[in-house]
């Protein structure tokens, strides 16, 4: 009888197997770890080699390694966006600036500032669709922002907004 050790490697501990000479083995549950993705038992440390739990047979004592690829952080895209023109829209992540089209990382909070051109002021800002008062605006990244200013000329009216409701 001989053990089969598994070396999960920085995830989840996996219990130890007893098995009889040239026996396969059944494969256990998975192991998990934080921020990766599990991709098989493998025969030696640097995982080159996979374990096939259908074929390959134990003739001595082993131990399987368990080998992980990093999840990428889920992400969300900021797009800025200035209507008709007269000043700009600015988005940072701490004292990072973001790019329209630049990526976050979901959770991130993002502060947007409009800065209008001389004798303009901010008509209103949308993020996402709903207008939002006050600037700086701080908004948490859960899914993709969209985040648009107008302008107009000091001293005219202002864009007015409705809801429409259908029955």
Known sequence: ??????????????LPLKVG???????PTDPTKASFTFDGWY??????????????????????YAKWT???????????AVKDGHGKLTAKVGDTALQSG???????????????DTNYEVDYVLINGKK??????????DKD?????????QGTSGTEFFTVTYN
């Open 132 to 141: 939002e008062a006050g600037l700086p605006i701080t908004v948490t990244a």
């Open 145 to 153: 922002i969209t985040a648009t200013v107008k302008f107009k000329a």
């Open 102 to 116: 630049d990526s976050v990382k979901k959770g991130t909070d993002i502060t947007f500032t409009a800065e209008p």
């Open 43 to 64: 025969k030696e440390s640097a995982c080159t080699t996979p374990w096939n739990f259908a074929t390959d047979t134990v003739t001595a004592d082993i131990t399987l």
């Open 21 to 27: 000479q040239g026996k396969t083995i059944a494969k």
């Open 1 to 14: 009888v001989y053990t089969v050790t598994f070396n999960a490697q920085g995830g989840s501990a996996v």
């Open 70 to 80: 990093p999840v990428a952080p889920a992400t969300v895209t900021v797009t800025l």
